[in-house]
């Protein structure tokens, strides 16, 4: 079973977490108990933090009862957002465009990422060889971050390969099967694809690009929530705050806890987390108030651009709210 973002998708459904008294109304916002839908993919990264609040009932803690929805990627949420159908929700690195060009706004930086490769199918020794041949990468995502990166080190651009988007299930049954050469991807799932070609190739990984930009993920808000539920969205920041540091103290009843969430086994969820780094609520404070997480969101924002995401990169001050997360301890 494929272990990251859309195997988990296809199999959990929707998960809900009615962990909290019964409160009528959506916009309630009195004191009493405020529903939210909260959206997440189901990886380590993606699925630590709800995994938390859902052990710990942080939810009920601050007044919230959460319908938790699995998804297969970051930018399917914001558009689930945009038409009202959550409130809040997680996105990768590769989805962060969507945020600094209006389309919601990042309450919480969560992880640095770490999982992200360009594969290729044996023979295959450099990205120069991947000119010509069909690439899968799912649109939007870290794999297509990375695959784009990986291209413009090279010198070639996504116009020098055969580029099929397609969905990370539809990717990782295409790659094993020979039908493509080369994929934008990550681990675990990448970890899943091995079992059958064992002799894959990894071209580059996140840390080839760590001088020119990070891979941070982070927990986004709907523009409508933001501006029309303010006291909530501080409960919620209040919520990933604390489970932030549960997990930075307790890493192993979390990976129990996402196993159970995501119905992986609890060794395909340690590999992942071994991937990625975890920081404190005072470390991203700190990062959040030196300017380190401005100065990522900026390197990300001069990638985007010259990837054609964006017309013109954002002021991070734009669509991360970090002096609310700072506030909301």
């Not at 209006?102 to 640095?112: E, F, H, R, S, Y």
């Not at 580029?163 to 799932?189: C, E, H, N």
């Not at 030196?290 to 900026?298: I, Q």
């Amino acid at each position: 079973m494929i272990t990251r973002r859309a195997f988990v998708g296809l199999l959990a459904g929707t998960a809900v977490a009615t962990l909290a008294g019964c409160g009528d109304d959506k916009q309630e916002e009195t004191g009493g108990t405020d529903k939210v839908t909260f959206g997440y993919i189901g990886d380590y990264n993606g699925s630590s933090l709800p995994a938390i609040a859902n052990k710990l009932k942080l939810w009920q803690k601050h007044g919230l009862e959460a319908t938790l929805k699995v998804f297969t990627t970051g930018p399917v949420q914001i558009q689930a957002m945009q038409t009202g159908d959550l409130d809040f929700g997680y996105i990768g690195p590769g989805a962060f465009w969507l945020p600094a060009s209006g389309q919601a706004k990042i309450i919480a930086i969560n992880t640095l990422g770490g999982a992200d490769r360009v594969i290729a199918q044996s023979g295959i020794t450099s990205i120069g060889q991947l000119r010509g041949k069909k690439v899968g990468v799912p649109e939007g995502t870290s794999g297509d971050m990375i695959l784009t990166l990986a291209l413009q080190a090279a010198g070639l651009t996504n116009k020098d390969i055969q580029r099929v988007p397609m969905d990370a299930a539809t990717l990782a049954s295409a790659f094993s099967s020979k039908q493509i050469d080369g994929a934008g991807f990550w681990y675990p799932a990448i970890a899943t694809i091995k079992k059958s070609v064992p002799n894959l190739v990894e071209l580059a990984d996140d840390d080839t690009f760590k001088d020119k930009v990070q891979f941070p993920n982070a927990y986004v808000a709907g523009n409508k929530a933001v501006a029309d539920r303010p006291a909530v969205v501080k409960k919620v920041v209040q919520v990933l705050r604390e489970a932030t540091d549960y997990r930075a103290a307790h890493r192993d009843e979390v990976i129990a806890a996402v196993a159970e969430l995501t119905k992986q086994p609890a060794d395909a969820v340690k590999a992942d987390a071994d991937l990625n780094k975890a920081m404190t609520s005072q470390e991203l404070d700190q990062q959040t108030a030196d300017g380190t997480v401005g100065k990522w969101l900026t390197a990300m924002g001069d990638f985007f651009v010259s990837a054609g995401k964006l017309k013109e990169k954002a002021d991070p001050k734009t669509y991360y709210l970090g002096e609310q997360w700072t506030a909301a301890k």
